[in-house]
Each structure stands twice: as C-alpha cells, then as structure tokens.
C-alpha cells in the first residue's frame, strides 16, 4: 500500500480495508484507510464494490466485487509485489 501511494503521489489514495479476519490499526499507520466496523462479508463486498480500484489477493471474493461493481482489480500475489495502474482489469465474468 505504501509503495502504490509513493508511486503516485498527485492522487489522494485512499484504501478500504475488509478482512475476514481481526484488522489490527497499528500496520496502517501511514496509510490514509478506513474500514467497516464489523459490518459482515456482504457489507464488505458492496463496499469493495463501489472503490475505484480492487487490489486483492486472488480470491473469488475479491473477483464478486470487481464483476459486481464493474471495477478494475490486481489481484497480488507476493507480500511485496509492486502494483501498477496497467496491472488492474475488470472481471467480465465470473466463470
């Protein structure tokens, strides 16, 4: 997250963070985020489905939600794999 707000510094990054498991605060520090306080998996999905872009690892979860709401998602794969505009692309279907 850090290193896609370093590589682009004219735009005002904000990230949605969902987890199925316990978010701890502390490792966003640095980060401009907010999260849907206990809200469920479907609240998560639709809020995932309304962000600009997706950056994900490569769930099903993650793909509803880019097919869904028509978003571009990178789905990663490496802890520190670096993201790229031209690396996003929306799911056209699921199957």
């Known amino acids: 997250m850090n290193r896609y707000v370093e590589d682009y510094p004219n735009d005002n990054i904000v990230f949605f963070v969902s987890s199925n498991e316990k978010i701890n605060p502390q ?23 309304k962000c600009n872009k997706i950056i994900a690892p490569p769930s099903t979860y993650s793909r509803w939600a880019s097919f869904w709401g028509k978003k571009p998602i990178c789905r990663i794969n490496k802890k520190n794999e670096r993201v790229y505009d031209n690396d996003f692309n929306v799911i056209e279907t699921i199957f």
């Open 27 to 49: 490792l966003f520090n640095d980060i401009n985020y907010f999260i849907l306080n206990n809200n469920g998996p479907i609240n998560d999905l639709y809020g995932l489905s």
